[in-house]
């Protein structure tokens, strides 16, 4: 283990330096939110309410590749999708929420780096090299996933919910909260999911996953991640894969990570 020169903490040492990790990265986070929070104007005008908008980079770039491959049916958000805000503090609550996401999207690459912090001591030094470069890589995913979950995922979300009938009688009043949840919510989950060769490398070193386990359901991931595509795009196969394929090249990804985790651990238990 990476002692360095000190002795063996006590439990409470240990919940005491966690405090400290945990308030810094709140403090953070709260830095962030500040600054969401008096950029109003550019948060909202510029990036939340963006996607619902036929000017939207994503919804531009679709409908000028749909009208040269003449398929119509990629021009999502034609036609800019009306918010109300049918609550008193509805704006106000939105804002709140809004910001306190930002903080954590502009502040995740500094709290991870403090939950390394944390858990780096308890690891071996070995363990220490095969581990370097964790931080930027797990920023870079979760950057890379929260683009992909706002510039590809949140404007067909908004397009497929937002125009979705099950009958012509009933009109559509989207809440302005409904709307915001939808776009946070997919944005910030995508860039969860995106960590998930970061999750595999971790679960394979503790031998909770194994290639092999992978490769036996990868079928039931492709379905999934599929269905999943299907259902937040526009009928049409190029939309589908658009979406669908960075989530199966990051599940192809996370199983050569887990081999080559399992043959390490195979030549360390060799050796």
């Known amino acids: 283990m990476n002692k360095d020169t000190n002795s ?6 240990h919940l005491e330096e966690l405090r400290w990790h945990i308030i810094r990265s709140l403090i953070a986070m709260f830095f ?5 929070f008096l950029a109003k104007q550019i948060v909202f005008d510029n990036i939340i309410l963006a996607p619902r908008t036929p000017e939207f980079w994503t919804n531009r770039i679709l409908c000028r590749f749909g009208k040269s491959i003449n398929v119509t049916r990629l021009c999502i958000n034609s036609e800019p999708l009306d918010l109300k805000s049918i609550y008193m503090a509805g704006q106000f609550l939105a804002h709140i929420k809004i910001s306190i996401l930002a903080g954590l999207i502009l502040a995740f690459p500094y709290v991870f780096y403090e ?10 030094q070995n363990e220490m090299q095969h581990t370097r470069g964790a931080i930027f890589y797990t920023s870079l995913l979760f950057g890379c996933g929260v683009l992909f ?13 937002g125009s979705y009938r099950i009958s012509e009688t009933v009109e559509n009043e989207i809440n302005l909260m409904s709307y915001v949840s939808t776009v946070a919510s997919v944005t910030l989950a995508t860039g969860v999911v995106f960590e998930l060769p970061v999750v595999v490398f971790f679960l394979s070193k503790i031998g909770l996953v194994t290639p092999a386990f992978m490769r036996k359901y990868r079928r039931h991931a492709l379905i999934i991640i ?12 190029f939309s589908q894969i658009l979406v669908s394929f960075p989530l199966i090249l990051l599940y192809e990804i996370s199983i050569s990570i887990s081999k080559r985790v399992q043959r390490r651990n195979e030549e360390k238990l060799a050796g």
């Not at 962030?32 to 969401?36: M, Q």
């Not at 939950?115 to 071996?124: D, E, N, S, V």
């Open 149 to 161: 979950g706002y510039f590809i995922l949140s404007p067909m979300s908004v397009h497929f919910l």
């Open 32 to 36: 962030f939110a500040t600054i969401a």
């Open 8 to 13: 063996e903490m006590s439990f409470l040492d």
């Open 115 to 124: 939950f390394w912090r944390f858990i780096k001591p308890a690891l071996y």
């Open 226 to 237: 599929l269905v999943l595509s299907a259902i937040i795009t526009p009928p049409d196969v």
